[in-house]
């Protein structure tokens, strides 16, 4: 049961919320998961290997050696960071998380530690990762890097490797030669360059902890803990808490009590597979997002770039879409607070204090056919209502009971989404709630 003392916080509480304040605000980053897998891009030797494209190697059981080739024709030439991190900024994204080097232990950042990296193993003579970077600063977001810890199929003592075969199993660990030879030979030192090398991230995005060992996390761990404004996911080691947790492809139903982020595919691959139609709607992706910041967490949409270097078209309109709702609406996401209510019959609710006072962003999916969008349970002080993406459009009111009525229009005001603002006097107090 919740007590009404003030919550007293103690130092390591208060640096904490400090560096999460702006993770907390942001509330939509970009995910953009891009390697050597572009190019098959979910086809090997002519046959379709179903399910997500970053795990051809695995999938198709393609030997290092075979695999390795990729590389030699690895030539992104329209890659166009500027143009990138536009359209996150564009989408009103707040944050970008790239992959560093994925399950196949390819690094897409130059590497003194591994030769299997963008600028030493292939044609294309730049690092994509330190112009991502620059441009994040230029243009003014923050940048992570998503680094796969644990399995490392180039790496005979990568998890989930199979040295006598020399490709990676995933139904099996086959690991032969000690973890800790590819930690500290390879992971260890990488993570120090990513972690160096790139004007200072903020984010460090491990992968799925398979066949980690408590000693590898925790050398991993070390090196993380020399930067005390980055920021790290849950995923280092299990049970891990880093500094949030990361539902994959799924929305918790009731949201987390700990900071969480949602990374979710716009179709069904993270890596480009060219075969892959099954894209969600833009109008269900910002559902998505709301769906998310009415439960208190952030939501992470990946793009999979093709191996040319460019987003995919259906991602770009997507973004676009989004973008066009988020410069109208956005008010309604960023800094906002889960919403109070347990229900709603006809959208969700967002939450922001602003001066002592309440601001509740009614999200109106369904908008109602008989003219009145009812708010139950609701004690309030209200100032106004109004439309977020038309202020000068007010709506009328009147309480009945605990029940707030408020009198809209038959007219559909935004095609998607439409947001109404209740501005009250002073805190709200919502007597609904069932469990
Ligand atoms: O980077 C993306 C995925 O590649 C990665 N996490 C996101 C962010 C990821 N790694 N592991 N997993 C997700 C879960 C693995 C699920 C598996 Fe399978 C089920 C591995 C083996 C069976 C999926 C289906 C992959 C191969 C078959």
Redesign the pocket.
């Known amino acids: 049961p919740k007590q009404d003392k003030p919550e007293v916080k103690d130092e390591a509480t208060l640096q904490h919320d400090q560096k999460m304040e702006w993770w907390r605000e942001a509330r939509f980053g970009m995910?953009i998961?891009w390697g050597l897998y572009a190019e098959p891009a979910g086809e090997w030797k002519g046959e379709r290997i179903p399910?997500?494209s970053?795990?051809i190697m695995?999938?198709a059981g393609i030997p290092v050696k075979e695999y390795e080739k990729l590389a030699e024709n690895f030539n992104p030439e329209k890659y166009d960071a500027e143009a990138w991190v536009k359209l996150a900024k564009f989408a009103g994204m707040k944050y970008i998380v790239i992959?560093s080097k994925?399950?196949d232990g390819f690094a897409m950042f130059h590497s003194k530690a591994s030769k299997y990296n963008i600028v030493d193993a292939t044609p294309f003579d730049r690092d994509p990762l330190k112009e991502l970077a620059d441009e994040c600063k230029k243009q003014g977001i923050r940048l992570g890097f998503?680094y796969?810890q644990a399995?490392d199929w180039h790496e005979p003592g990568g998890t989930y490797f199979n040295i006598e075969e020399g490709k990676p199993h995933?139904?099996k660990d086959m690991v032969r030669e000690p973890l800790m030879n590819y930690i500290n030979g390879k992971a260890v030192p990488q993570v120090k360059e990513i972690l160096e090398n790139y004007g200072g991230l903020d984010i460090l995005w491990w992968?799925?902890p398979?066949g980690m060992t408590e000693e590898a996390a925790l050398a991993l761990q070390d090196v993380a803990d020399n930067y005390p404004d980055l920021i790290t996911n849950n995923r280092l080691y299990r049970p891990w808490p880093g500094d949030f947790s990361t539902p994959?492809q799924h929305v918790p139903p009731t949201g987390l009590d700990y900071d969480w982020e949602v990374?979710m595919t716009m179709n069904t691959s993270?890596?480009y597979q060219w075969y892959d139609e099954n894209w969600k709607s833009a109008e269900d992706l910002i559902k998505m997002l709301v769906d998310i910041a009415s439960k208190g967490g952030n939501l992470l949409l990946?793009v999979g770039p093709t191996a040319g270097g460019e987003f995919p078209k259906p991602s770009i309109e997507r973004l676009k879409q989004m973008g066009v709702w988020m410069q109208k609406n956005g008010e309604s996401i960023y800094g906002t607070s889960a919403s109070p209510f347990f229900k709603l019959p006809w959208g969700r609710c967002t939450t922001k204090e602003v001066k002592g006072n309440t601001n509740l962003y009614l999200h109106v999916f369904d908008w109602p056919k008989d003219g009145l969008l009812t708010v139950p349970g609701l004690k309030a002080r209200i100032n106004d209502i109004y439309l977020l993406s038309n202020p000068k459009q007010h709506f009328a009111w009147k309480f009945e009971g605990d029940d707030l009525h408020i009198h809209a229009p038959s007219v559909i005001f935004d095609e998607i989404n439409t947001v109404v603002v209740v501005k009250t006097k002073g805190k709200v107090e919502v007597t609904s709630n069932k469990p």
């Open positions: 995910f998961h399910g997500i970053e795990w695995a999938r992959t994925h399950h998503y796969s399995q995933w139904d992968d799925t398979r994959e990374c993270w890596g990946n």
